[in-house]
């Protein structure tokens, strides 16, 4: 960021600043809570990452839909995820916002256009293409977007959605999470194309970013759905990362050797703190930011270890919604 | 009083559901200008144009999984499946995330879909093309599955299916998309779960659905030029299924067999026999018989088919074991 | 006599396997460096090479599909699909491709293939990475169904599986991989389609499979205690299971229980039920009862979770309405 | 075809017409046959498309396989499928490859490298694959190949079988006849992209054919499958051709008019034998070949007729394979 940026644009920065925080940060408390016991299953963070999905949602309104995967902790809380009903869900409470019946990999807020964390490795992206129709048939203007991560390519469903969504004209942003691993495998061991070209050669809009940069990854988000929006067409905006952790939490990761300085140079909360400082920003600035997100987080978790434990005849009434519902 | 046939019952259930809400849109592989390869979408496309009549490639996964995310959208989408070996291929949007997203997410919303597909054999269309998989899907928590037996029927639960807010899988039969039926009131929804007894009797009660249930009707006449008298349920919808209805009838003739045109083993025949043959083990006066294909691919030559396929006479020789 | 886990076991009988015969190759997602997810095939890529030893990309249907063609050009796959819950994208491969190949083209050939898959809960992994859809796969003929109980029949079965010139749908259970058990002769094949009585009683039968086997076990020791005595048959072969083993038993003890993991609606214990409920009328004095996972999604939180999974006191509870 | 071609290549084109002539009049007689009401179940011809079959296949070894779709006839027969096993099939007889349990849309002959034609649209791709991976595996050097049409372009299988074919380093041939027809839809109504510019983007070795022209796509197969061979790589034939029927025989095709003269020009035996005749062959000659693969035809046709009824019993017993049989 350069001296003469706008002060709107400096504003903007230290919102997505913030809300990356917010997410490393319940992250990493949600580690700590899993590591002592207390989160039941498996959770897969996004710490390194949260700078795609602040990026990306920052360039949405706040109905547009967003469908997500196994991975899904940062778009969710990025696209308003009320930080309370996040650890209730993932703690498995009654007053989560899927009631402890999805957890993490099924974090969701429908009236927040959430369509859900998913566990099925591409899974995600019909689901958006699906809300993309719905947007086009109802006629709000609103696009769908779905995150996936470079494993996700190899999925027979990449290929037909973005062939439907080319094919019925439908408003939807591929959003490729690419942190070079599909759990512990190298992803350049099982992908055999780069995705820039297979996207020209379906003849879609693509870009690339340093998905690291969430200013280079807002930028890039609102230059690609003003397109999707105003052509209903489907885009696609790669994003290149570092997954900073295991594949999930407990991972021992023998197959692979981090490299420190790798993730301190790209780490995306640093990059941006280092242009909101030198925007003018000071030190205890950032880290009164952080005192106060802590105290949310504190709120938060409290809150949730106070949730009450689901029932199980209620969840059994559930499985179907009632005619009323519809 | 109309005479109409199944096919048209079901195109005439589409149209009224389209005129009626505006978030219906049907969608599938050739259901636009084509008209359906069974001609079921016929005439919507010009009723209703391109916008809610949806052409879609060949992408079935693409596809189920679109309705998935347009149901919880804002959208009621009916789609098409050209024929139920295809499901094949759309398993996890069905059974991953449509069964599961009104439920997992905690009941934040429903997710109103139909899925309209086409089973069953006598067309000698092979192994991959005449398949009855019914019994997957019942096997699902959150989908409800659905198999209309004729004409009467077909609109109103097809009205119902699409009605409902959750997924339903519609399951159709090839063999009688021609066959015409007299129908009361063609015009009417009908409850999804509720069975129908379609012929009173009294020495053994025969469960059925889908286009078995006529073969139970050709059973029963066989079996009354000798005297012996069967109530036939016909269940109409498989997911949930009425067990009043059926534990009433074999209350009252103290025999059932199950009849289905799916494979015997493991097969929607079996639930019904193991249901009764629990809390229904006390009207029980002999053994539960099954009918339904044999444990074999639907083969293709007519006289493997026929072999395969059971037909009135396999069920009147297995309600005449339940009297032995 | 040895010592060892139901993961070695598996890891022993594909080592074993690998050796015996070099047209046996596995091929799955993370199954090579990584050693699986579960860590089922930990060291083969080290002993038997990136050859034989195939790491593949996320592509569960061409996975599949792949190995069904190498099945019918010569090789003799194993195929590791990470969760059950996953095997929904690749259902065109295993039951229209594989099922049907050695049928539908006249017996002119085998197709050896396995496809290795855990499903099961009690790890809170929630309702796409817990199911128990081994009933689908039992309603396919020309498909085996095979469910090892623990370490002792793991290696047995899985060296016949892949013997088996059928594809096989080999099921094993999350919870059970780090089980140890004392095991006779760890190198000996089974025979697929046999059962094995685990507990010899005479006031009631148990039928079960896989890990709910030990469910039924931890029954069997609460009744016990109150001087009821059940026979426990473990099925370890689900298509085709061993209905002479089932109807002696029952024979004996005239009481039918059946428990698995599975949802218990058009589960595998339906068809069990329905069988006895025939053929074996007349040995029954009670109605048959079956425990099965409650009609829902697999839920996460750990109370809904244990409220969803059938426990031993179920069971227990079960019998005991048999005897009423 | 110029005047000083060599008379091996004018040989191997007569070798080519007459194989073709054999699908085309065999394929004629069975739709006679189906008029009649002989042939139970439904049949796809692919009357117009023989170049295709004959040109790929002429560039195979006997021992190479090759996986079709439902549009099969003419891919079996040019691989070695006896004339007279195709008719008691396809009649339902005992005597059939498949013993009458397939049909049309499951013709195979294993023994030939023929592994069926197949009613799930796309499904022979990843068969290939996964054959080309034995091959691979037992090293004996043979090549694979899938015929698929344009609009299983849109199946999801396509993706994951190139990627994996790429991944894995496999020998497998795509062959698309691009008949511009997807059942009773324009498949430029279903397909957004250019084969072509996609094959490009995953980076395959990609061709496009006249496939009318039988030289033409066997010179091209030639071409692709020696690197295909060569490389142990999968590679790409496109083969632009005319659906000259109806999807299947029955098919009123109240969707399309044919330009009878584009069939004309581009029928692949007339294609041919106008370049026969240029070498010298006399109008008497073909009609000669004509006249011998009729009586062949009839002699196949009245075995088949007197095949045997399969036995139900029979075909029970054989739902699995048994141990020996491994
Ligand atoms: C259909 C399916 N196959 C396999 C898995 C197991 N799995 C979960 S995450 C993952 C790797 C995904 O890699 P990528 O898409 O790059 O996402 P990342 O974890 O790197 O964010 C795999 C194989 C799954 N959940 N779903
Ligand atoms: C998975 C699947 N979906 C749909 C169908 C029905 N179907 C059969 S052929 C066909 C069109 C195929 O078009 P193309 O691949 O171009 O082959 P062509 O018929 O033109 O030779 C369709 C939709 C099918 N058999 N399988
Ligand atoms: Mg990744
Ligand atoms: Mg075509």
Known sequence: MTANNSSTETGDLFAMYKEMLRIRLAEERLAALFADGAVPGFIHLSIGQEAIAVGVVSALNADDTVASNHRGHGHALAKGLDLSAFYLELLGKDEGLCRGRGGSMHVADLSKGMLGANGIVGAGMSIAVGSALAHKSLGGGQVAVVFFGDGALAEGLLHESINLAKILGLPVLFVCENNGWSEFSATSEQISFKFESLATGYGLNYMCVEGNDVRKVAAAARKQIADTRAHSVPSVLECKTLRVRGHFEGDAQKYRSMDGTEIEDHDPLLVAARALQADGMSEDDLAEVRRLIDVEIDLAVEDAKKGSTPDFADALADVYAHQAGT | ?324
Chains 1, 4 share one sequence.
């Open chain 2, 1 to 324: 009083m109309e005479v109409i046939n199944y096919g048209r019952s079901l195109n005439n259930a589409l149209a009224d559901a389209m005129t009626d809400d505006s978030r219906v849109v049907v969608m599938g592989e050739d259901i636009g200008a084509a008209g359906g390869p069974f001609g079921v979408t016929r005439g919507l496309l010009e009723k209703f144009g391109s916008d809610r009549v949806i052409d879609t490639p060949i992408s079935e996964a693409a596809i189920v999984g679109a309705a998935t995310g347009a149901a919880m959208s804002g959208l009621k989408p009916v789609v098409e499946i050209m024929f139920m070996d295809f499901s094949t291929l759309a398993m996890d949007a069905i059974v991953n995330q449509a069964a599961k997203a009104h439920f997992m997410f905690g009941g934040q919303r429903p997710v109103p879909m139909v899925v309209r597909t086409p089973h069953g054999g006598g067309l000698n269309a092979g192994p991959q093309h005449s398949q009855c998989l019914e019994a997957w899907f019942a096997h699902i928590p959150g989908l409800k599955v659905v198999c209309p037996s004729s004409a009467a029927n077909a609109y109103g639960l097809l009205r119902a299916a699409i009605d409902d807010p959750n997924p339903v899988i519609f399951v159709e039969h090839k063999g009688l998309y021609a066959k015409k039926a007299e129908v009361e009131n063609s015009r009417s929804s009908q409850i999804i779960g509720k069975a129908a007894v379609v012929r009173v009797g009294t020495d053994a009660t025969i469960v059925s659905y889908g286009a078995s249930v006529n073969t139970a009707l050709e059973a029963a006449d066989l079996l009354a030029e000798k005297g012996i008298e069967v109530e036939i349920v016909d269940l109409q919808s498989i997911q949930p299924w009425d067990r009043d209805a059926v534990l009433d009838s074999v209350k009252k003739t103290n025999r059932l067999v199950i009849a289905h045109e799916a494979v015997e083993a493991f097969g929607v025949g079996a639930e019904i026999a193991a249901t009764v043959a629990d809390i229904g083990f006390d009207y029980l006066d002999a053994p539960i018989v099954r009918v339904g294909a044999a444990f074999m691919p639907v083969p293709f030559a007519a006289s493997l088919e026929s072999g395969y396929s059971p037909n009135a006479s396999d069920i009147e020789r297995a309600v005449r074991r339940t009297l032995d």
